[in-house]
């Protein structure tokens, strides 16, 4: 990261709540989420930023994806889970567990399958 810059979950987040209540298709919101974790996973990764309350958020929103996933036709979904499991690897990299629950939620969700 560059000297005296911030990172904001909450200004990373806002594009897909503002999409939620203007549009909201299942569809277009969950390649939001998914985008979302990716970039925010990647990020991660690519500086070493290892920060709990980040990576809550990160793992949050991962579990909104796959609700949200969830309602798509098989079609569509598969693709996006795919996404998601490459998220989930590189996740495997962070402190905190940040890996295990998405192991976790993948397979309550049936992702895994």
């Given at each position: 990261?560059?000297?005296?810059?911030?990172?904001?979950?909450?200004?990373?987040?806002?594009?897909?709540?503002?999409?939620?209540?203007?549009?909201?298709?299942?569809e277009?919101?969950?390649?939001?989420?998914?985008?979302?974790?990716?970039?925010?996973?990647?990020?991660?990764?690519?500086?070493?930023?290892?920060?709990e309350?980040?990576?809550?958020?990160?793992?949050?929103?991962?579990?909104?994806?796959?609700?949200?996933?969830?309602?798509?036709?098989?079609?569509?979904?598969?693709?996006?889970?795919y996404?998601?499991?490459?998220?989930?690897?590189?996740?495997?990299?962070?402190?905190y567990?940040?890996?295990?629950?998405?192991?976790?939620?993948?397979?309550?969700?049936?992702?895994?399958?």
């Amino acid at each position: 990261m560059f000297k005296n810059q911030d990172t904001s979950v909450a200004k990373a987040k806002k594009p897909i709540a503002d999409y939620k209540k203007a549009i909201g298709q299942a569809e277009c919101l969950a390649e939001l989420m998914v985008f979302y974790c990716e970039r925010a996973a990647g990020f991660s990764n690519d500086v070493g930023l290892q920060d709990e309350g980040y990576f809550d958020a990160l793992v949050r929103m991962f579990e909104q994806a796959l609700k949200t996933i969830a309602s798509l036709a098989d079609a569509q979904r598969q693709p996006l889970w795919y996404r998601l499991d490459t998220v989930r690897s590189t996740c495997h990299n962070f402190v905190y567990g940040v890996g295990d629950d998405m192991d976790d939620l993948l397979a309550e969700y049936g992702a895994d399958d």
